[in-house]
């Protein structure tokens, strides 16, 4: 009798895909190209006619719960006319399926292709876009009641948690982490002096980054909700005023077009949302958060661990630092 070699992580082959997927969905002519290995792996999926996204998630990274409560987020966003890549229905009504691969079952989702393409910089009009997008999606989001499965993001979740992981990390290097720690302790004595009544809750996506963002001319979709919880919404505009903030950081933007770049895309959200003073007050401080989530994150899964070097944390703490010295303050641009 023949035993696979116990496994943590294979690689499903795309020609069988390809068949699975043309059987489920009642699909002709498909093609499926592997594409990107990440928290989950991605394939292109191609007929004579469209484009799918197929993700194939780790079990040790999300679990079926998980899965189903990014689904039906996402048909809730498709339903209300949010510019989202959304999973495609089976020929049976299922959006989910679960493949036994040598590791265990691995859940899989085809996804609707977003049209066009990453794009930085933003022009304004992309920027206004990105906002209204931002803000229709947090309207509906808001309204949907937790799910308990994925993240809830607060400051245990967001700072204090993923310092205790990150610890062993630093062991070479305790001057970073005793600096981590003191901006954990500003930023949370910050947050917490904000009245959270002003600071509506709601499912983020929490790396609303370029990479997952397409613009088609200026229409812009929304893709790859992989990380998204549960917090103050707040939180995805804190994303996007980092990747602004790494682009000053880095020199291929200077502070004045950030700041303008930002105050447009705000322009935008406000079209469809209001936000209030501790909503902007609270932008930068959770721009921590985020770098800590992930960094912590990133302790929990072995392909991460070259983001974990000594030399880059260092770095990361460096930057992390600056934006507490530069914009902590005035709180923000």
Known sequence: MKTVFPTT????????????????????????????????????????????????????????????EEVTLLLALKAANVAVSYPITDTAGETIQQLPAAEGIRG??????APGRSVKPLNGNQLKSLGREMAR???????????????????????????????????????SYACLQELAR???????????????TGYCHFDFLPKNIHFD??????????????????????????????????????????KEAFATLLGGYREHRSLSADELAAVPYLAL?????????HTTHDQFYAQLE???LKVITGFLKHIADTYWQKEGF
Not at 108 to 113: C, D, G, I, P, T
Not at 229 to 257: C, S
């Open 137 to 175: 999606f947090h309207n509906v989001s808001a309204t949907i009641a937790w799910g308990n499965s994925r993240w809830h993001f607060d400051t245990d979740t967001t700072l204090f948690k993923p310092l205790q992981l990150l610890a062993p990390f630093f062991s070479g290097d305790p001057e």
């Open 186 to 200: 500003r930023a949370n004595h910050r947050l917490s002096q904000l009245d959270a009544s002003n600071c509506p």
């Open 9 to 68: 992580y294979s690689t499903l082959c795309p020609l069988a895909l390809a068949s699975l997927i043309a059987e489920k969905y009642h699909l002709t002519a498909v093609r499926c190209t592997f594409l990107l290995r990440g928290v989950g792996d991605t394939y292109l999926v191609e007929t004579s006619g469209d484009r799918f996204v197929c993700r194939i998630y780790r079990s040790s990274h999300r679990s079926l719960p998980q899965i189903q």
């Open 217 to 258: 001319g200026d229409a812009v979709t929304l893709f790859d909700f992989d990380f998204t919880g549960y917090g103050w919404v707040v939180n995805d505009l804190a994303v996007f005023w980092q990747h602004l903030a790494i682009e000053v950081f880095t020199r291929r933007m200077d502070e004045k077009a950030a």
């Open 289 to 297: 958060g985020f770098w800590l989530f992930y960094m912590g994150f």
């Open 108 to 113: 899989m989702v085809l996804f609707s292709y």
């Open 310 to 312: 000594t030399a880059h």
